[in-house]
């Protein structure tokens, strides 16, 4: 009891107002260890989950609460491992949580309006999530290090499952690709360069703001409604041309030289440097093909088709020594999944659903036969530039309930998924009976995912 008091005085001589909408004063509500979850802690999740769209299963007064009593313990066991993340792994992912959240709510402004605080300081708040996220899971990625699936248990598990809940496999397909990209005319060069170089005149002139101009002109969406600002980066984040340039600059009112980047044109503006990162502005323009330059591209890669479908060269020499996409280049211009946000079994693999493909390519590939190329069509690539394509099915294994021939390593998979749960539900039930733990009374009727948060 003396130990929950002193927790209380220690969180309350830390007291906040809670968001002006609520109108209350702050209080403590769990206590895990030494570490008290605050009314505010939990206001806090609950509008950056509305902010993100996320949905719960259950009261969000209780799942939200639990959900930080298990980040705790993780977090504790970090500290007892050393387990550290670097900031390289953070500052991409706020980024571009602030770029969506401002596209979801509007402008910066509206954002702000809706947080009650600054950008910034919204941007320091979730370098402390998401730093702390990717702790919790170098933790349970420990914890699971050592598991293993046996074939055996795979057929274990695929025989346990009645017929009719046998889960279905959606159609997975593999594809090929080479492209080609238009040639831009000098002429659009130097319109481009012409308006940057105008830009950076107002800005060294003092006519107008860099922030204000990335605002107006930057044709990168995710930074220019904050004003061109990339926040922190380090070097081997930003495109090696853009680096080199940004890197050099050591005055925040000096403006870059034009670069071009695989993106485009940029000009550059330094924030701040803190060590080997650097926080910089941009303003980015995209050469703007015409509809003859993308004729000619498509014919091109026509002439590459027939060649091809004549025997005079394969799809994967061509993609091996005429495609511009250096992403496949290497690997005879097999895609590669890497949706990692669906974190699915097929990240890392060449096999995709058909809504995990680029659009434009689902709906060429839906239609195709295995074997069969496309005729060329025009699709924007990961840069934001159109370019001209043709694509290759490899392979199709149609829609179908699982089965362990052509489905192991998805029904592998589901077994690691199961045995990983059981592993961190023991290590939590474990923790649990190890650690001070103290509820309010006004939060404890929840029906909690892990028992035993309500010691007697």
Known sequence: ???????????????????????????VIWVIGDD???????????LQMQLERQRLSGDPYCVIPERMAIQKLFLHQAKLDSIEIPDSRVYPRVEASITYAISQIGSQEKLEEYLGKSVNAYREELRTNIKENAVVQEVQAKLVENLKITPAEV????????????????????????????????????????????YSEQVTSGQRQFSTLARMYS?????????GDLGFMGKGMLDPEFAAVAF???DPKRISRIVKSEFGYHIIQLIEKRGDRINARHILLKPEISAEELTAATQ?????????????????????????????RNNQGLMVNSDEERNTDRVGTSRFEMSELPPEIGKIVYTMKVGDISKPFIMINSKGQQIAAIVKLKSRIEGHKANLSEDFQALKSM??????????????????????????????????????????
């Open 1 to 27: 009891m003396k130990k929950f008091l002193l927790l209380v005085l220690i969180a309350l001589s830390n007291l906040v107002a809670l968001q002006a909408q609520n109108n209350v004063i702050d209080e």
């Open 36 to 46: 008290a979850i605050l009314l505010s802690d939990v206001e806090n999740a609950r």
């Open 155 to 198: 057929r274990t598990f695929f025989n346990r499952i009645p017929q009719d809940s046998l889960p279905f496999i959606e159609t997975t397909v593999e594809a090929q690709i080479v492209t080609i990209e238009p040639t831009v005319s000098l002429a659009e060069i130097d319109n481009i360069k012409e308006r940057l170089r105008g």
């Open 219 to 227: 044709e990168d969406k995710n930074s220019a409604e904050i004003g």
């Open 248 to 250: 050099e600059l050591n």
């Open 300 to 328: 091109k890669l026509d002439s590459v088709r027939n060649d091809i479908v004549n025997g005079k060269f394969t799809f994967e020499e061509a993609a091996t020594y005429l495609s511009a996409d250096k992403d496949t």
């Open 415 to 456: 077994v690691e998924a199961e045995k990983r749960e059981q592993i961190i539900n023991k290590w939590i039930a474990k923790k649990q009976k190890e650690t001070y733990i103290r509820i309010n009374d006004n939060w404890k009727n929840c029906d909690f995912e892990n028992d035993g948060w309500v010691q007697k």
